[in-house]
């Protein structure tokens, strides 16, 4: 039986950055996936809808080419080759993953886990079991598409984001369940293909978390996209009927859709592991970690969306290096102050930290500074007029605590202000950093300036005594 210091179960964002970083500390390391290493991001998720958010992108760019004197005729769209592309796309990230594992050393098991208690691992794939042993063991086995009761997912009319992303041809029409970022980021994306696109969300408001002034912009681009958007709704029913999807929402109305996308959040993927057998406490379908990732069982470590805590890509490569530096003996906490998040509708929306109405429910107050796309040279420039740029600072001591970008480029924009939070700058002090004109980074200058009444190109209210810098 092979012995590793590490076993790494699941190949995705969490799990191969995991890998990798023991691999770099000089462990012994294995990594054990039951599908293609990159994990949902890479194969169902982030990567694949970007590389159509870059299509749908590259379109709305394209019609509003006559503002700039380009004259292009019928605009044509041929989506299986989209689709092609973005396969391609996906493939070749796939085999640069592999090719990194391989370059670390990093033994590659296929097939699908389970935990059998003190260190060992039962690996099947197909009819041949194996096993192996470890030392320490990371759990990082993602989440899957939440499927609702109800909803009769059968993967060919009702889909969830693993499906939609497989299409080969274009829906005339598509019905989205759910109105968060997943939701949306499909209606933007299928609305800009051409698909009439009708978003249905249970809450009030669509882009629950996320700042109001962005989640505004967004739907009014999605209404003027043509997108139906109806919030405070349910869907009674889903029936799949002969051409398509016969949907009943809450009020009476119904509609025939070709397909619909359940996008109503993801869960857990902790089922069939063996983690309760091995001592692994579950919360709610989640495994329970501390602020070290340890779960409740010795020399067990979990990362990324199987913990319930945030289901970002990002966050789950973070938690890869503080449970790696645990598991080899170190002592790392992880710290979510700093966590930015980016929304590929169109427009873009990117946040980091608190919002200003979080602030208030927190009692802290505030200086918030606003600067507009379209007061900027260079956002004129580029025709991307609509958006705007939020910094909120401590009114005391003037400490970065959030900001939101809605607006071209939101996704690259908002890692500044991150930058600035993590190194526990005054938003004076980033004010005062002199930025590249024209820029669309300019704005996150000016936003930061105006939170102390300061800013140059927008009439504000009468700067007040600026909090002092730091020492």
């Not at 890479?42 to 394209?62: D, F, Q, V, W």
């Not at 705007?388 to 908002?414: C, Y």
Request: a neutral charge; charged letters at 25%; aromatic letters at 4%.
């Amino acid at each position: 039986m092979k012995e590793f210091d590490v076993a790494i179960v699941g190949a995705g964002p969490g799990g191969y950055v995991a890998a990798i970083r023991a691999a770099q500390a000089g462990a012994c390391v294995c990594l054990i996936e039951d599908d293609e290493v990159g994990g949902t991001c890479l194969n169902r998720g982030c990567i694949p809808t970007k590389a159509l958010y870059s299509t749908a992108r590259l379109m709305h760019h394209i019609r509003s080419a006559g503002e700039h004197g380009i004259r292009v005729g019928e605009l044509g769209f041929d989506f299986p080759q989209a689709a092609r592309r973005k396969d391609q796309v996906v493939e070749k990230l796939v085999r640069g993953v592999e090719q990194l594992l391989k370059g670390h050393g990093v033994e590659v098991f296929r097939g699908r886990a389970s935990l059998e208690g003190e260190g060992r691992i039962r690996i099947r794939r197909a009819e041949v079991v194996g096993h192996i042993r470890a030392r320490r063991i990371i759990l990082a086995t993602g989440s899957l598409p939440a499927r609702p009761k109800g909803l009769p997912v059968d993967g060919k009319n009702v889909l969830t984001s693993n499906e939609i992303l497989a299409m080969k041809d274009l829906p005339r029409s598509l019905l989205v369940v759910g109105g968060g970022y997943i939701g949306c980021e499909f209606a933007s994306i299928f609305s800009a293909f051409g698909t009439k696109v009708t978003v249905v969300e249970l809450l009030p408001t669509l882009l629950g978390h996320t700042d109001r002034l962005a989640v505004r912009e967004v739907e009014k681009s999605l209404r003027e996209a043509g997108v139906a958007v109806h919030t405070g709704t349910a869907v009674e029913a889903l029936d799949v009927v002969e051409g398509g999807v016969k949907v009943r929402l809450g009020g009476g109305e119904s509609l025939v859709v070709e397909k619909a996308l359940v996008a109503v959040g993801r869960v857990p993927n902790s089922h069939g592991l063996g983690l309760e057998e091995s001592g692994v406490r579950l919360e709610n379908g989640a495994v329970a970690v501390d602020d070290r990732m340890a779960t409740s069982a010795e020399g067990v470590y979990a990362i990324g969306d199987v913990t319930g805590g945030i289901q970002l890509a990002h966050v789950a490569s973070y938690q890869a290096g503080v449970a790696v530096t645990n598991a080899l003996g170190g002592d790392a906490r992880a710290d979510y102050r700093v966590v930015p998040s980016t929304l590929f509708t169109l427009p873009e929306i990117g946040q980091v930290g608190l919002s200003e109405a979080a602030c208030k429910e927190k009692g802290i107050e505030t200086r918030v500074g606003r600067f507009a796309y379209q007061a900027s040279s260079k956002a004129l420039c580029a025709g991307e007029v609509r958006g705007s740029v939020q910094v909120v600072s401590d009114r005391g001591d003037g400490k970065i605590l959030g900001a939101a970008v809605v607006g071209d480029e939101a996704s690259t924009l908002i890692a500044e202000v991150a930058a600035a939070m993590s190194g526990w700058m005054t938003a004076v002090e980033l004010g005062e950093v002199i930025h590249s004109h024209p820029t669309l980074p300019e704005m996150i200058k000016e936003a930061a300036e105006d939170t102390a009444g300061r800013a140059v190109h927008k009439v504000g209210r009468k700067a007040g005594r600026a909090p002092a810098k730091k020492a």
